[in-house]
Protein backbone atom coordinates (compact mmCIF):
# COMPACT_ATOMS: atom_id res chain seq x y z
CA UNK A 1 0.00 0.00 0.00
CA UNK A 2 1.84 3.34 -0.84
CA UNK A 3 2.78 5.85 2.06
CA UNK A 4 0.52 8.90 2.52
CA UNK A 5 3.28 10.95 3.74
CA UNK A 6 5.47 13.33 1.82
CA UNK A 7 9.01 12.61 2.33
CA UNK A 8 11.00 14.21 4.99
CA UNK A 9 14.48 14.52 3.24
CA UNK A 10 15.60 17.64 2.87
CA UNK A 11 17.86 16.67 -0.22
CA UNK A 12 15.18 15.22 -2.08
CA UNK A 13 13.10 18.55 -1.83
CA UNK A 14 16.34 20.54 -2.58
CA UNK A 15 17.22 18.25 -5.38
CA UNK A 16 13.81 18.33 -6.90
CA UNK A 17 13.57 22.52 -6.52
CA UNK A 18 16.85 22.96 -7.51
CA UNK A 19 16.11 20.70 -10.84
CA UNK A 20 13.05 22.94 -11.62
CA UNK A 21 14.17 26.19 -10.96
CA UNK A 22 17.30 25.86 -13.40
CA UNK A 23 15.21 24.60 -15.44
CA UNK A 24 12.78 27.31 -15.47
CA UNK A 25 15.61 29.77 -15.60
CA UNK A 26 16.62 28.44 -18.38
CA UNK A 27 13.89 28.18 -20.68
CA UNK A 28 12.44 30.78 -19.78
CA UNK A 29 8.81 32.51 -18.19
CA UNK A 30 6.67 31.23 -20.50
CA UNK A 31 2.65 29.34 -20.08
CA UNK A 32 4.46 26.36 -21.67
CA UNK A 33 7.31 26.93 -18.26
CA UNK A 34 4.80 27.01 -15.48
CA UNK A 35 2.83 24.06 -16.74
CA UNK A 36 5.36 21.68 -17.18
CA UNK A 37 7.15 22.93 -14.23
CA UNK A 38 4.17 22.30 -12.00
CA UNK A 39 2.72 18.87 -13.60
CA UNK A 40 7.18 17.85 -12.95
CA UNK A 41 6.53 18.73 -8.86
CA UNK A 42 3.34 16.94 -8.65
CA UNK A 43 4.67 14.09 -10.90
CA UNK A 44 7.99 13.75 -8.56
CA UNK A 45 5.87 14.15 -5.57
CA UNK A 46 3.41 11.59 -6.06
CA UNK A 47 6.19 9.30 -6.85
CA UNK A 48 8.30 9.94 -3.87
CA UNK A 49 5.35 9.35 -1.22
CA UNK A 50 5.34 6.07 -3.44
CA UNK A 51 8.92 5.34 -3.04
CA UNK A 52 10.65 7.02 -0.38
CA UNK A 53 10.46 4.76 2.12
CA UNK A 54 11.78 1.71 -0.14
CA UNK A 55 14.47 4.37 -0.94
CA UNK A 56 15.39 5.18 2.32
CA UNK A 57 17.99 2.94 3.52
CA UNK A 58 19.21 1.53 0.33
CA UNK A 59 21.95 3.52 -1.00
CA UNK A 60 21.90 2.33 -4.98
CA UNK A 61 18.23 3.10 -4.54
CA UNK A 62 19.39 6.71 -3.29
CA UNK A 63 21.94 6.99 -6.27
CA UNK A 64 19.24 6.10 -8.77
CA UNK A 65 16.65 8.17 -6.98
CA UNK A 66 19.24 11.43 -7.12
CA UNK A 67 20.10 10.71 -10.76
CA UNK A 68 16.29 10.53 -11.57
CA UNK A 69 15.74 14.15 -9.38
CA UNK A 70 18.36 15.34 -12.14
CA UNK A 71 16.80 14.12 -15.13
CA UNK A 72 13.49 16.08 -13.73
CA UNK A 73 14.17 19.09 -15.31
CA UNK A 74 14.53 17.76 -18.85
CA UNK A 75 10.65 18.33 -19.37
CA UNK A 76 10.56 21.28 -18.90
CA UNK A 77 13.27 22.64 -20.75
CA UNK A 78 12.16 20.33 -23.38
CA UNK A 79 8.37 21.57 -23.32
CA UNK A 80 10.06 25.34 -23.35
CA UNK A 81 11.85 25.00 -26.73
CA UNK A 82 15.31 24.12 -25.57
CA UNK A 83 17.79 23.03 -28.34
CA UNK A 84 18.35 18.85 -28.07
CA UNK A 85 21.93 19.70 -26.80
CA UNK A 86 20.78 22.60 -24.40
CA UNK A 87 18.35 20.12 -22.68
CA UNK A 88 21.33 17.39 -22.57
CA UNK A 89 23.98 19.82 -21.45
CA UNK A 90 22.11 21.10 -18.27
CA UNK A 91 20.71 17.81 -17.60
CA UNK A 92 24.16 16.01 -17.71
CA UNK A 93 25.46 18.68 -15.67
CA UNK A 94 22.82 18.65 -13.36
CA UNK A 95 23.48 14.82 -12.94
CA UNK A 96 27.06 15.10 -12.29
CA UNK A 97 26.71 17.46 -9.60
CA UNK A 98 24.13 15.77 -7.82
CA UNK A 99 25.53 12.51 -7.44
CA UNK A 100 28.71 14.29 -6.50
CA UNK A 101 26.37 15.73 -3.50
CA UNK A 102 25.21 11.91 -2.65
CA UNK A 103 28.81 10.65 -2.68
CA UNK A 104 29.69 13.68 -0.51
CA UNK A 105 27.00 12.96 2.05
CA UNK A 106 27.46 8.74 1.58
CA UNK A 107 31.38 9.77 2.12
CA UNK A 108 30.35 11.95 5.89
CA UNK A 109 28.51 8.15 6.53
CA UNK A 110 31.52 5.74 5.88
CA UNK A 111 33.73 7.93 8.48
CA UNK A 112 31.40 6.87 10.82
CA UNK A 113 30.74 3.48 9.90
CA UNK A 114 31.76 0.78 12.11
CA UNK A 115 32.36 -1.49 9.44
CA UNK A 116 33.22 0.63 5.83
CA UNK A 117 31.99 -0.93 2.89
CA UNK A 118 34.06 1.95 0.95
CA UNK A 119 36.56 4.18 2.11
CA UNK A 120 35.18 8.09 2.93
CA UNK A 121 38.25 9.53 0.62
CA UNK A 122 37.31 7.31 -2.64
CA UNK A 123 33.36 8.23 -2.25
CA UNK A 124 34.70 12.14 -1.80
CA UNK A 125 37.54 11.88 -4.25
CA UNK A 126 35.25 10.33 -6.96
CA UNK A 127 32.37 12.52 -6.44
CA UNK A 128 35.21 15.25 -7.62
CA UNK A 129 36.01 12.84 -10.31
CA UNK A 130 32.58 13.45 -11.88
CA UNK A 131 32.15 16.97 -12.09
CA UNK A 132 35.68 17.36 -13.23
CA UNK A 133 35.15 14.96 -16.07
CA UNK A 134 31.69 16.18 -16.68
CA UNK A 135 32.80 19.57 -16.86
CA UNK A 136 35.97 19.21 -19.50
CA UNK A 137 33.60 17.23 -21.62
CA UNK A 138 31.06 20.26 -21.35
CA UNK A 139 34.09 22.84 -22.41
CA UNK A 140 35.00 20.53 -24.81
CA UNK A 141 31.40 20.88 -26.96
CA UNK A 142 31.17 24.68 -25.83
CA UNK A 143 28.99 24.06 -23.28
CA UNK A 144 30.59 26.88 -20.59
CA UNK A 145 27.63 27.35 -18.36
CA UNK A 146 27.40 23.95 -17.54
CA UNK A 147 31.45 23.57 -17.20
CA UNK A 148 31.25 26.68 -14.88
CA UNK A 149 28.19 24.70 -13.02
CA UNK A 150 30.43 21.71 -12.38
CA UNK A 151 33.63 23.68 -11.63
CA UNK A 152 32.08 25.81 -9.02
CA UNK A 153 30.73 21.82 -7.43
CA UNK A 154 34.41 20.62 -7.51
CA UNK A 155 35.73 23.59 -5.26
CA UNK A 156 32.94 23.22 -2.87
CA UNK A 157 33.73 19.27 -2.75
CA UNK A 158 37.35 19.65 -2.47
CA UNK A 159 36.75 22.01 0.52
CA UNK A 160 34.50 19.53 1.70
CA UNK A 161 37.36 17.02 1.49
CA UNK A 162 39.73 19.00 3.22
CA UNK A 163 37.05 19.01 5.89
CA UNK A 164 36.58 15.88 5.66
CA UNK A 165 32.94 16.38 7.49
CA UNK A 166 31.37 13.47 9.72
CA UNK A 167 27.67 12.27 10.54
CA UNK A 168 28.12 14.70 13.26
CA UNK A 169 28.31 17.34 10.84
CA UNK A 170 24.94 16.62 8.41
CA UNK A 171 23.51 19.73 9.17
CA UNK A 172 26.49 21.75 8.28
CA UNK A 173 26.89 19.66 5.14
CA UNK A 174 23.48 19.35 4.16
CA UNK A 175 23.57 23.62 4.28
CA UNK A 176 26.48 23.54 2.33
CA UNK A 177 24.95 21.20 -0.85
CA UNK A 178 21.69 22.93 -0.68
CA UNK A 179 23.80 26.55 -1.34
CA UNK A 180 25.99 24.70 -3.90
CA UNK A 181 22.72 23.21 -5.92
CA UNK A 182 20.20 26.44 -6.26
CA UNK A 183 23.62 28.38 -6.61
CA UNK A 184 24.74 25.61 -9.70
CA UNK A 185 20.69 26.25 -10.47
CA UNK A 186 21.55 29.76 -11.52
CA UNK A 187 24.60 29.59 -13.19
CA UNK A 188 23.41 26.87 -15.12
CA UNK A 189 20.76 29.86 -16.69
CA UNK A 190 23.88 32.04 -17.27
Request: proline share 3%; aromatic share 6%; glycine share 10%.
Amino acid sequence: MPSSRLPNEHGFWVMLCASVLGAGLRSGLSWRTLVSSCLVLGVSTLVAVRFHRAIRGREAAQLGATAGLALAGAPIEWVSGLSTPEVLAGTVARLAIFLGSALVVRSAFARSARVRALSSGALQWSALAIVTLTGGLLTLEHRFSEARACALAGVVYIVLALGKPTVKQLKPLGLTLAGLALTTAVVLAL
